[in-house]
């Protein structure tokens, strides 16, 4: 009976506590950078490379949706890909990647926003690899004109040649709560 009545508790608790208005994004800003991955590189490390001065269009973006920066409340990860640009090449090869927003003066400063990590880089063919949104909020990075990012990948298999890639990144824009 007792632990009938916690099970019930528990239910409603987790139902009332998820409760919560449907937020609707504003409108998505989208971000992208090209990124050339020299062939050579082990697998026995993280390789990083920072992508200064990737702009955000920020300033048009919300121009072109009828706001200013004081309408944006917050602004989450959607979307993010890996692509092959003309090799057409199948990168079974890649074991993980991230995307990281880094401030150029201090790259200890990094906030992630995309990863995919081996579970969930199948083998096989393919030439593009969708990544996992975290959670944070990237208000700060992305109403700014350009920002800075990282890539780091990590590879299962040598790369044959030279990779030319592009990494496109779906923001949400929400308005304040």
């Not at 062939?39 to 490379?49: I, P, R």
């Not at 992508?51 to 706001?67: K, S, Y």
């Not at 995309?114 to 393919?126: A, E, M, P, R, T």
């Not at 944070?136 to 299962?156: A, G």
Request: hydrophobic content about 45%; proline content about 4%; overall charge negative.
């Amino acid at each position: 009976m007792k632990i009938r009545g916690l099970t019930f508790l528990l239910l409603i608790v987790l139902v009332c506590g998820s409760c919560k208005k449907n937020n609707a994004p504003l409108f998505q800003m989208e971000l992208f950078f090209e990124l050339d991955i020299p062939a050579g590189l082990n697998t026995l490390e993280t390789h990083y490379f920072i992508i200064p001065d990737v702009a955000t269009f920020a300033e048009a973006q919300l121009t072109g949706n009828g706001m200013s920066p004081e309408d944006v409340g917050y602004i989450n990860g959607l979307t993010a890909s890996l692509e092959t640009r003309f090799s057409g090449l199948d990168l079974d090869f890649i074991e993980n990647i991230g995307v990281h927003f880094v401030d150029g003066n201090n790259l200890d400063d990094r906030r992630e926003a995309f990863y995919i990590f081996n579970d969930f880089v199948d083998f096989g063919s393919k030439t593009d690899i969708a990544m996992i949104p975290t959670l944070l909020d990237f208000k700060d990075q992305l109403l700014e004109e350009t920002v800075d990012l990282e890539f780091s990948i990590n590879l299962r298999g040598f790369l044959p040649s030279q990779l030319d890639t592009r990494v496109v990144m779906t923001f949400d824009v929400y308005a304040p709560e």
